[in-house]
């Protein structure tokens, strides 16, 4: 039995998180055209003509090391607005990443992150059993360490020369993580953002 099954997270406001499948490629090629995020050098966004090549890869991470990607709607419209997934995997140990995330521009800095990262961690806390999950970004990506840092997570460490990235920079990877122990107050800060979260 896997460690993750397909599941469908729902919010209450903002979010569908529904398992990735191959049938989503132009609605994810539209999501990503909406503030043309692959030329953000330090992330890995896939290019108009990169998205089935980062679905294949998405499934295949899946099926070869018990992945879960997903892809974000708005549940205001039902539209694609996004990707994100479960992967680094170790049941063993019970841990895992969140991360692969991007959303298009149009929905950055409203709520919908915030609710879709209650919901996995919640899922990931509340029925996986995990004992940590960990977040990792660029370190020249700011944005996404101050948005992982305001979620409740702890920066664990700086991963110095951790990948070549696509256009052969070394990439220094930030590392943060929530321990099962912090789960409780982090859901409750969670909540409280999303109570003052705007459209």
């Not at 974000?72 to 990707?83: A, C, L």
Request: charged share 25%; aromatic share 10%.
């Amino acid at each position: 039995m896997r460690f993750i099954e397909p599941v469908t997270l729902t919010g209450r406001q903002w979010v569908i998180l529904e398992p990735l499948e191959s049938r989503h490629e132009a609605e994810l090629l539209e999501a990503a055209r909406d503030g043309e995020l692959w030329k953000l050098w330090y992330t890995a966004i896939a290019s108009p003509d990169a998205v089935i090549s980062y679905m294949h890869d998405a499934l295949r991470m899946r099926d070869d090391s018990g992945a879960m990607p997903f892809v974000v709607r708005r549940k205001s419209d039902g539209k694609i607005v996004g990707s994100t997934r479960f992967f680094n995997v170790d049941a063993k140990n019970r841990r895992l990443e969140i991360g692969h995330t991007w959303y298009s521009k149009s929905v950055q800095r409203t709520g919908l992150n915030t609710e879709a990262k209650l919901l996995l961690l919640k899922h990931a806390f509340e029925k996986l059993n995990c004992i940590a999950v960990e977040f990792r970004t660029h370190r020249f990506n700011f944005d996404s360490r101050t948005a992982i840092a305001r979620l409740g997570a702890k920066q664990d460490g700086v991963l110095r020369n951790h990948q070549v990235s696509p256009n052969g920079t070394l990439r220094d990877t930030v590392v943060f993580s929530i321990i099962a122990s912090e789960w409780p107050t982090v859901k409750a800060h969670l909540a409280y953002q999303l109570g003052k979260a705007r459209d």
